[in-house]
C-alpha cells in the first residue's frame, strides 16, 4: 500500500500519444511507501495505473500503450554494494541468462552507472526480438543498495515507440528514490498546486 497524490509538472514529457517535441502541462501521481522499514518515492505520469501493495512490487502501466516500470525491494547482506563495483563485476552472460528465456533474442546495448534521485545506480539495457507481447521490447534494468534493501526499477517498453517511451522510463528512473519523504520533481519546474489524495 502507498501512499499517492498529483502534483501539476511542466515538462517536455511525451504522451505516447502527442508529438515527443511539443511542450505540455503533465500532472504527475506521487506514491511512497507507509512501511518504515520499505521506504521508496516512486514519480510517473499521472496517466499511468499503478498497481502493488504494502510490502509487494508496485507497477506502472500506461493505459494505452507496452510501456510499463515494476519497482521491487529486497532484503540484502552486502551492505558494501556500490553502482560502480556493480558495473564493474557485471556478468553479461548470466545476465542475458536471467532474461533470454521470457524475452527471446535479449542482447545488453548499454550498461552504466545512472542516477536515481537518492543517489547512484547501476543500469542496463538490452533489447529482445520477441517478448510475451509479441513484439520487440526494449528492457531498461536499474538498481541500488541503500542500507539492508536492495532496490530494483525495471522498465520495458516496445522499442518501435522509443522515442516517446524513453523519456518517460529517463523521468521515472530520474525521479525514484529509496526514501519516502523525496521531493517531485528532477530537472523540472513545478506548480504549487499539490493536492493529496
Known amino acids: 500500500m502507498t501512499l499517492t497524490r498529483t502534483i501539476a509538472v511542466l515538462a517536455v514529457l511525451p504522451l505516447l500519444a502527442t508529438s515527443a517535441a511539443s511542450a505540455q502541462s503533465i500532472n504527475v501521481s506521487v506514491s511512497r511507501s507507509i512501511l ?20 509487494e512490487p ?70 529482445s526480438t520477441d517478448s510475451p507481447m509479441n513484439m520487440p521490447l526494449t528492457i531498461v534494468h536499474t538498481e541500488t543498495v541503500d542500507g539492508p ?13 522509443a522515442e516517446q517511451a524513453r523519456p518517460i522510463v529517463n523521468f521515472i528512473i530520474a525521479n525514484f528514490s529509496t526514501h519516502s519523504d523525496a521531493d517531485c520533481c528532477v530537472d523540472m519546474k513545478t506548480e504549487d498546486t499539490a493536492t493529496p489524495q
Open 58 to 127: 508496485v507497477t506502472i502501466n500506461h493505459p494505452e500503450a507496452p510501456l510499463q516500470c515494476t519497482s521491487e525491494i529486497v532484503p540484502i547482506e552486502d551492505t558494501g554494494w556500490t553502482a560502480q563495483s556493480a558495473l564493474d563485476s557485471l556478468d553479461e552472460d548470466e545476465v542475458i541468462k536471467g532474461w533470454i528465456e521470457r524475452f527471446p533474442g535479449f542482447t545488453i546495448t548499454n550498461k552504466t552507472v545512472t542516477q536515481f534521485q537518492s543517489g547512484d545506480a547501476l543500469l542496463y539495457e538490452g533489447t
Open 36 to 55: 518504515a522499514d520499505q521506504p521508496y518515492t516512486l514519480i510517473y505520469p499521472d496517466f499511468m495505473v499503478a498497481t502493488g501493495a504494502a510490502g
Open 149 to 161: 534493501r536492495g532496490y530494483s526499477l525495471d522498465c520495458l517498453y516496445a522499442t518501435e515507440y
